[in-house]
Nanobody, 114 residues
Framework: QVQLVESGGGLVQPGGSLRLACVAS????????MGWYRQAPGKQRELVAS???????NYEDSVKDRFTISRDNAKNTVYLQMNSLKPEDTGVYYC????????WGQGTQVTVSS
């Protein structure tokens, strides 16, 4: 069974940075488009960034120019570099395949607060 393990979250002040990582165990994902999702308090889980199998990134407007998604297929890992963080970025961040969805991992909590 493929498992998704997210890490790198934490408590950070507005304007700070975090780097999230998602490791997919059990199989390689080099041919799969991957995405980062977040679920803010009281909100539906939403896609914030995605990356194609060929490395082409896409971003939701609210994170464009602040977040960078990347992948290292040899390590079965997807990253999300988060800069200039805002309180509105607070939530639990998850990764997953864009098309054939895997069971959700535990996510990693990101809290942006003064």
């Amino acid at each position: 069974q493929v498992q998704l393990v997210e890490s790198g979250g934490g408590l950070v002040q507005p304007g700070g940075s975090l780097r999230l990582a998602c490791v997919a165990s059990g199989s390689a994902f080099r041919i799969n488009a991957m995405g980062w999702y977040r679920q803010a308090p009281g909100k539906q889980r939403e896609l914030v960034a995605s990356i194609t199998s060929g490395g082409r990134p896409n971003y939701e407007d609210s994170v464009k120019d602040r977040f960078t998604i990347s992948r290292d297929n040899a390590k079965n890992t997807v990253y999300l570099q988060m800069n200039s963080l805002k309180p509105e970025d607070t939530g639990v961040y998850y990764c997953n395949r864009m098309l054939t969805r895997l069971p959700w991992g535990q996510g990693t909590q990101v809290t942006v607060s003064s």
